[in-house]
């Protein structure tokens, strides 16, 4: 299937049925189309698009016929170099027995003399299509006017919708949302603009709305049928297996080689639906991306990118001022300790760096420095701030361990040993997701450092803690499943980093129910990590597929490649493939 979506041309079919009158529409609550059936429609679209090129004629397949009319309307879109080349309609009479048939006939002719998308498809081109069809059906009216109403009742990426007032109305597929990184709010104001409606036509009571539910699959020409869901190919949990793993994860490095930037340093932010780099930046996240990088060369053997990870310690290092303590890195202004923190787990990886051990010595020291007569650390160097404590401590923790593990110089143990109380009892207090993939990890060499039982208690505690409250094991969209919170991200990936490691834990203290619990939710949460990967296969609507290829998005309805997503989804799957969860 691969070499069909590396085509330099692709189109695309999506399929949205109706009649041809909106308010006559046979509203069917149910529609389906078997894989023969799916086959003979795609078959046909191809047949068309010839026929109109050649000026054979065809026939209209038999099997056709048979094919539900229950349906609203039929939309082609093409897609060339991933660039949206039509997006037309048929209008066959709701009753008409040849409707399917005329719809499609209709729409590939309209969608081949599409103006509006950098003119007609030429000749030239209309020999690599391939399609995806989306069939739409089951009228429901939404009736509800504010935006938080909306989201509640609208899903992104699986619903279809239309609005209509004083006969004006339009029409957006299930698939804009997701192609054009859509949000609720701006998904209905593109929708009123589209049918010349007020922006805000959604929030009126004159204004109707209806949703329609979407059945949306893949046909290349070379037969093959897949299915769709969200404009994504859902990640079958069984088929996940180490080897695959291992190609997740080597795919995330060779994104972030292609973000590289003029500098030598790994942009911040891409986005893929308009193939643009924004000014957006966070120092903290690109120092967390440089050190991820080194993991990354260290797990898969491959040092190409060195040279981008020590332009970017030499930028950084570059604002290191000195105290008593040690050293610490100033930018703008701010000092966060996590600035020490990523610039010493960088450097541990980074051997040949000039002075590296000496570096990272300083960059410890002062993080010990900051700490407090209650075992808590200052999250700033130069100036009070107490923003970030579910962050940054952490982070601080578990490079004091990883440098202790590289030295054995005991004050960064014990440093972290007085903390460990302090950030216990904080946490209990105020419980919060954020807080416990970084402990877990800190805390997962100290105890393999002092064998102390409260920390693997500890780290069960905060792991069980997570895993009942805002895992999802089943939602009635298949793509979440697997995540965390009512709408997973990217924090997925994030939360499996600290349960990988109370995974390790689990079974170095013997604890096989607790390890059994946290297999279980690393394999389900693996999946959905997996799931928001851009590979060869979902990224037909894209300018610029290989851009995209090989990062992680934000989350199913966010298709945003931030350099931390491929940070935290990388990390894990690097303990996941470690921990041989897949095959123990």
Not at 346 to 358: R, V
């Amino acid at each position: 299937m691969r070499k069909y979506l590396a085509l330099s041309i692709l189109v695309s079919f999506t399929v949205i049925i109706s009649g041809c009158s909106f308010n006559a529409m046979n509203n069917s609550q149910s529609f389906s189309l078997d894989k023969n059936q799916k086959k003979i429609v795609a078959k046909y679209v191809y047949d068309l698009v010839d026929s109109y090129f050649t000026k054979k004629e065809v026939k209209v397949p038999s099997e056709i016929a048979k094919v539900s009319r229950d349906y609203y309307r039929i939309y082609l879109t093409f897609y060339i170099d991933g660039k949206t080349r039509c997006s037309q309609s048929g209008s066959a009479k709701l009753k008409s027995q040849d409707r399917i048939s005329d719809d499609l006939k209709e729409a590939v002719k309209n969608c081949i003399e599409e103006k509006r998308f950098d003119g007609p498809i030429k000749n030239s081109e209309y020999k690599n299509i391939d399609i995806a069809i989306d069939v739409l059906y089951n009228q429901q009216n939404l009736n509800f006017y504010s935006l938080d109403d909306l989201k509640k009742e609208f899903e992104l990426g699986i619903d279809a919708l239309r609005i209509e007032q004083d006969g004006k109305g339009a029409n957006f597929k299930s698939s804009v949302p997701i192609t054009k990184n859509y949000t609720h709010k701006a998904l209905f104001e593109n929708l009123c603009k589209k049918a010349n409606l007020d922006l805000n036509c959604y929030t009126k009571d004159d204004v109707s709305k209806y949703k329609y539910n979407d059945l949306a699959y893949y046909a290349p020409k070379n037969g093959e049928i897949v299915d769709l869901y969200r404009y994504n190919i859902l990640v079958d949990e069984n088929s996940i297996n180490q080897d695959r793993i291992y190609k997740s994860i080597a795919g995330g490095y060779e994104w972030y080689k292609k973000q590289v930037d003029e500098n030598g340093i790994v942009r911040y932010l891409y986005l893929p639906s308009i193939n643009q780099y924004p000014k957006d930046d966070n120092d903290v996240r690109r120092m967390a991306t440089n050190w991820a990088v080194t993991e990354l060369m260290d797990f898969l053997k491959n040092d190409e990118m060195r040279s981008s990870v020590d332009k970017t310690l030499d930028r950084y290092l570059a604002n290191k001022k000195t105290n008593q303590s040690g050293a610490y890195i100033e930018i703008n202004g701010n000092a966060n300790i996590a600035y020490n923190a990523f610039a010493i787990m960088a450097l541990i990886n980074s051997p040949d760096y000039p002075d590296s051990d000496k570096l990272a010595e300083e960059l410890a020291s002062a993080i010990v420095g900051t700490q407090q007569e209650n075992g808590s650390y200052k999250i700033d160097f130069i100036k009070d701030d107490s923003g970030g404590v579910d962050y940054y401590p952490g982070e601080a923790m578990l490079a004091l361990m990883k440098f202790y593990e590289k030295n054995k110089d005991k004050k960064y143990l014990e440093s972290v040993e007085k903390a460990f109380n302090y950030y216990r009892n904080y946490w209990r207090e105020n419980k919060n997701t954020a807080f416990i993939p970084w402990h877990s990890q800190a805390y997962l060499i100290l105890y393999n450092a002092t064998e102390n039982k409260e920390l693997a208690d500890f780290v069960f505690e905060m792991n069980d803690w997570i895993i009942d409250n805002d895992q999802q094991f089943k939602n009635k969209y298949s793509d979440y499943i697997g995540g965390f919170k009512e709408r997973p991200s990217n924090s997925t990936a994030s939360y499996l980093e600290g349960i990988n490691d109370a995974y390790a834990l689990a079974k170095e203290v013997g604890d096989m129910n607790h390890a059994s619990k946290y297999s279980k939710s690393i394999r389900a949460g693996a999946r959905f990590v997996m799931q928001t990967q851009y590979i060869a296969d979902n990224t037909f609507y894209l300018e610029n597929s290989q851009k995209a290829i090989g990062g992680f998005r934000q989350s199913p309805i966010n298709n945003s490649q931030r350099d931390d997503y491929t940070q935290h989804a990388t990390l894990s799957l690097i303990k996941t493939y470690a921990n041989n969860v897949y095959n123990p």
